[in-house]
C-alpha cells in the first residue's frame, strides 16, 4: 500500500464558477486531488454520500447549509477503517459555508489519526481555506498538519503545478 491517502469530495454537475453556474463533468476538488497523486503518488478515496446532494446547485447549497446548521454527519457508500499504512494523508474539499462538506467529516471522525501528517486542500470561489483546517484540526487528534493550500476551482487547471509543488513540500 502506497504510504500517502488522498480523500477527497468533489462535486460534479452544475457548480459555481467565476460567478456562473455551469455544469461540470469532473469536480474540480477531484482534478486537484488527482493532480497531488500525479504528484507524489499514493491512493484516492472518494468520499461518497447515500443520499447524492441535490442535481441544482441552489439546491445542494442549502441542503450542505442545512447539514452544517444540523451538524449532520450524512451516510457514506463507503468507509475507512483503518489508515495506519499511511503517513501522509491529504484531504480535499470544496469549501462549503466556510469548511468542508459534512459528509468529509462523516469518514474523517472514525479514523485513528496518531502520528499521520495532514495537509489540507480546499477549492473555493473566494472563501480560501475559511475554516477547513482548524475544523479538521478538532477531529484529528494527534496529527501533525502541514500547510494547506487554498486554489480557486475555476483555476484548478492552471494550477496544476503549484498543486504539485506543494504536495512534494507539505511531504
Known amino acids: 500500500m502506497a504510504k500517502n491517502l488522498i480523500i477527497y469530495y468533489s462535486r460534479r454537475g452544475e457548480n459555481y464558477v467565476n460567478g456562473a453556474i455551469v455544469s461540470l463533468e469532473k469536480g474540480n476538488t477531484e482534478r486537484a486531488a488527482e493532480y497531488i497523486r500525479q504528484a507524489v503518488g499514493g491512493d484516492l478515496f472518494e468520499v461518497d454520500t447515500v443520499k447524492p446532494y441535490a442535481p441544482s446547485y441552489k439546491g445542494c447549497i442549502e441542503q450542505a447549509k442545512d447539514e452544517l446548521e444540523a451538524d449532520a454527519r450524512p451516510a457514506l457508500k463507503n468507509y475507512l477503517t483503518d489508515i495506519s499504512a499511511y503517513e501522509h494523508i491529504f484531504v480535499c474539499g470544496p469549501c462549503w459555508w466556510g469548511t468542508f462538506p459534512m459528509a468529509v467529516f462523516s469518514l ?5 489519526w496518531d502520528g499521520k501528517k495532514v495537509a489540507v486542500l480546499m477549492t473555493h470561489e473566494g ?3 475559511a475554516n477547513s483546517e482548524r475544523d479538521l484540526q478538532k477531529i484529528c487528534r494527534g496529527a ?16 496544476r503545478e503549484h498543486i504539485a509543488a506543494w504536495a512534494k513540500s507539505v511531504m
Open 108 to 112: 474523517v471522525e472514525k479514523l485513528k
Open 127 to 129: 472563501s480560501g481555506l
Open 144 to 159: 501533525v498538519f502541514g500547510a494547506g493550500l487554498a486554489v480557486k476551482g475555476a483555476d484548478v487547471e492552471k494550477e
